[in-house]
């Protein structure tokens, strides 16, 4: 395991101490990366908005370099788009949470860029957009070399997922 495996789960400063802040370090992809993923854990929470969402850790692969990442699918009329394109990502033509666990996918990666409490400019990668998968075949093959994992029971039935 290399010191940069979870260099997408933390914010980093835009620069490590010289050089040119536009320099991006070397743990963030750069903008546009099509990078495949697995998910790794997901969780039914709710948004500071008051809205029902998935929150999900990926395991991004891109070439050499391995991330963990997190994504959000929030369940409203105007975030649906993304919900639709993250199922066809996993190879699901219909929204079926039950299969979220393990699954496994491509995706463009973006930065995102923004002002940290401490006054320094952060980036991290981001899931810019879910790539539609070749086939189901394709997908289904890779989820069955994984191991079943275990979710947890929120004992919270009212949730749509």
Known sequence: MSQHDDWGATEFPANDGGGSSDRLPDWILPDGTEAEFDVLEWAKTTS??????????????????????????????????????????????????????????????GIDKHQGNDGETKHKNVVKRYLEAESKRAVKSKRAEKPEPQQEDTGDDNLPF
């Open 48 to 109: 500071k908005a008051g809205n029902k969402m998935a929150e999900l850790t990926l395991g991004i692969t891109a070439g050499t370099k391995t991330a963990k990442i997190y994504d959000r699918l929030v369940l409203k009329d105007t975030c649906q788009w993304k919900i639709i394109q993250f199922f066809k990502s996993i190879g699901e033509l219909s929204i079926d949470w039950s299969l979220v666990d393990g699954a496994a996918g491509r995706c463009i990666l």
